[in-house]
């Protein structure tokens, strides 16, 4: 955990962990997500997860790493429809990878 304490206030190009990795601090949890438009430091986040989850040939639905991919890769600011997720700690620029601070 502590090798990556200091990725919290960075943003980068390239993904460097599996969207929706979580992150304990000890005192705020994060998630590692994809800015699906421009976020400002401390503003509200929200996630923008679009049309159904996989079904399996028994019409069961898959839960994995797709449904959790289409969940933390299109964060989005306040003001628009989503679930509220939480809030950016640094500026973050649209399709930029970065670690949110997660709603407890």
């Known amino acids: 955990m502590s090798e990556l304490l200091h990725e919290i206030d960075q943003v980068s190009e390239e993904k460097r962990h599996p969207l929706g990795t979580r992150l ?19 503003f509200p986040a929200f996630a923008h997860y679009e049309g159904e989850p996989a079904q399996d040939a028994e019409g069961h639905f898959i839960i ?25 700690p640094v500026n973050v620029a649209k399709g930029l990878f970065f670690w949110l601070r997660e709603i407890r």
């Open 24 to 42: 304990e601090t000890g005192r705020y949890p994060y998630r590692y997500a994809q800015a699906g438009d421009d976020l400002k430091r401390g």
């Open 64 to 88: 994995g790493r797709e449904v959790t991919d289409a969940l933390w890769r299109d964060i989005r600011p306040e003001g628009e429809k989503g679930q509220l997720v939480g809030w950016p």
